[in-house]
């Protein structure tokens, strides 16, 4: 027996949980969004963080207007980067005002109950019934250490993800391995906290994004193409404002739009702050790492196949993160098993269906059927409007969603 019965579960409560529950609450579902609003973003992101994003590409989806970013915080221009602490403030006033009742918690198991329908169990034990589920876990169980670093004790490897307070680090030596945006913002940080940083990148130099511009004069939009989401350009304003459409590409044209677009690379705003208290050396792949000591000896090789030894106390592996259906434990083995993937990314129909009914992934999960736009928190509002549209087309409706029967009573008391 069920403890309780939803129309729609949402396993998560960051960006695209929270964007997808304000579109499906506006239609007068009854949805349960499981989950603490922005916890990943408040608890696994370095304290001093920046968004890289945009402040107009920083909102989440709302279906009424007056809700995005810069709405909230109309003094952002382009080019001024968003403090991570504003960012999470910002979702959680989101969430207070369009998605009020959001449970903290945990959802331990999803599976199977039922011909059509899914039993969903939350760390307080109790189980509810529903007849879909969304799961919108962003990336944090994605996170990436490569197989040299993996298998070492967490005490001399990490990932980027699984540190918000890096003056844990003072006045040790520590191996930052990347070459993107958390990798440079990680060593600048540690060097900010007192710590000795070494960035190891395969890259053979380190790229830097250019400094936007609020006014572009009409050669410059010709030749450089529109500004959205993504950045600059006509093909990545295509990427970013039309996600549809990417799906309707090959696999592999979608594989290289994801891995080309927006490689890794540094703010224009953090250059000047990787300075001589970060050692860097580019050009190197990793080949192995091994306890030494009280630390980690980690060998890397450049083109030439010339070795180099680097010893610190600690790796931070800023290696991003790379969706796999088989890491989603909350998922029974059924589910994992049942769901159609391609290299480890579920195969999604146009509104963000699993092959499994009633069972949808958003976010980073998506990214290989929409395209980079869901790496980022952009992607969130078409997701949550995609997802949610088709949810109500599938749901029995027995009750006149709130935010309708108010405007039919407004209208009849005009009328009268």
């Known amino acids: 027996m069920n403890d309780s019965s939803s129309d729609v579960v949402i396993v998560g409560a960051g960006p695209y949980g929270l964007s997808t529950a304000a579109h499906l609450q506006n239609l007068g579902l009854e949805v349960r969004v499981i989950g603490t609003p922005m916890r990943f973003w408040d608890e696994n992101m370095p304290e001093g963080m920046f968004l890289k994003s945009e402040p107009f590409a920083s909102s989440l989806g709302a279906p009424r207007p007056g809700m995005a970013f810069t709405d909230r915080h109309p003094e952002w221009r382009i080019g001024q980067p968003i403090p991570l602490e504003t960012f999470v403030a910002y979702g959680r006033w989101f969430a207070a005002e369009a998605v009020p009742g959001t449970e903290p918690g945990q959802v331990t198991s999803v599976e199977r109950g039922g011909p059509s329908g899914y039993v969903v169990t939350l760390s307080t034990g109790e189980t509810i019934a529903t007849r879909t589920v969304v799961v919108a876990v962003g990336v944090g169980p994605f996170a990436h250490i490569p197989d040299e670093l993996a298998g070492m004790p967490s005490w001399l490897v990490s990932h980027s993800s699984a540190h918000r307070d890096l003056g844990l680090f003072a006045g040790k030596e520590v191996a930052v391995v990347g070459a993107g945006q958390s990798a440079l913002e990680t060593a600048v940080l540690l060097a900010d906290a007192g710590a000795s940083p070494h960035l190891i990148a395969r890259r053979a130099a380190l790229d830097w994004n250019t400094v936007p511009s609020a006014r572009r004069s009409p050669r410059s939009l010709l030749l450089g193409g529109p500004r959205s989401g993504l950045g600059t350009g006509y093909r990545t304003w295509l990427w970013s404002q039309r996600p549809g459409l990417v799906r309707h590409l090959p696999q592999r044209t979608r594989q290289r739009i994801v891995r080309e677009t927006l490689p890794p690379a540094g703010a224009w705003w953090l250059r000047d702050r990787l300075d001589e208290r970060v050692q860097v050396t580019t050009g190197r792949h990793l080949a192995k790492a091994a306890e030494e000591g009280d630390g980690v000896a980690v060998t890397t090789v450049d083109r030439t196949g010339r070795r180099l030894v680097t010893e610190a106390e600690h790796v931070i592996a800023a290696t991003g993160f790379v969706p796999d259906v088989q890491r989603l434990t909350m998922l029974s083995p059924e589910l994992r098993v049942r769901v159609d993937t391609r290299l480890g990314s579920p195969i999604l129909t146009r509104d963000f269906e ?63």
Do not use: C
Request: net charge positive.
């Open 354 to 416: 699993s092959s499994l009914p009633g069972l949808y992934f958003a976010g980073l999960a998506a990214a290989a059927t929409f395209g980079p736009v869901m790496r980022f928190v952009h992607g969130a509002d078409f997701a949550g409007r995609r997802i949610a549209h088709h949810i109500i087309r599938r749901t029995p409706r027995t009750r006149v969603p709130a935010r309708r029967l108010e405007s039919v009573l407004e209208s009849d008391a005009g009328g009268r």
